[in-house]
């Protein structure tokens, strides 16, 4: 019964970053790989970001690619996504997920590829 928790969103305009963070506070985070994906309004879920139990394995959707990082320490039971060069079109609620599968492009395509997301966080980028 992993508990995970987002934060970090906001308001912020084009070009500008965001950095987010899933937390877990029972010490078992480090045990699982953990995904990131969105959601905005009217739209269907798309993957974001995964990364492995021992963070070795990294992987991206094709429209985040260069401009977000994913990375986690165990240690503080956190994962965080770093968002760079964001655009409208990053604006959504922004949720973090075990796993089902080890992390993985393709695992990042499919949205039945995550378990039992947090209650998400608002991201929007406007002017």
């Known amino acids: 019964q992993l508990q995970l928790v987002e934060s970090g969103g906001g308001l912020v305009q084009p070009g500008g970053s965001l950095r987010l963070a899933c937390i877990s506070r029972?010490?078992?985070?480090?045990?699982?790989?953990i995904g990131w994906f969105r959601q905005a309004p009217g739209k269907e879920r798309e993957g974001v970001s995964c990364?492995?139990?021992?963070?070795?394995?990294?992987a991206y959707g094709d429209s985040v690619k260069g401009r977000f990082t994913i990375s986690r320490d165990n240690d503080k039971n956190t994962v965080h996504l770093q968002m760079n060069s964001l655009k409208p079109e990053d604006t959504a609620v922004y949720y973090c997920?075990?796993?089902?599968?080890?992390?993985?492009?393709?695992?990042?395509?499919?949205?039945?590829?995550?378990?039992?997301w947090g209650p998400g966080t608002q991201v929007t980028v406007s002017s």
């Open positions: 997920a075990a796993l089902l599968h080890p992390c993985s492009a393709t695992v990042v395509k499919n949205p039945d590829s995550f378990s039992g």
């Open positions: 029972d010490g078992f985070l480090r045990a699982y790989g």
């Open positions: 990364i492995n139990y021992s963070g070795e394995t990294l």
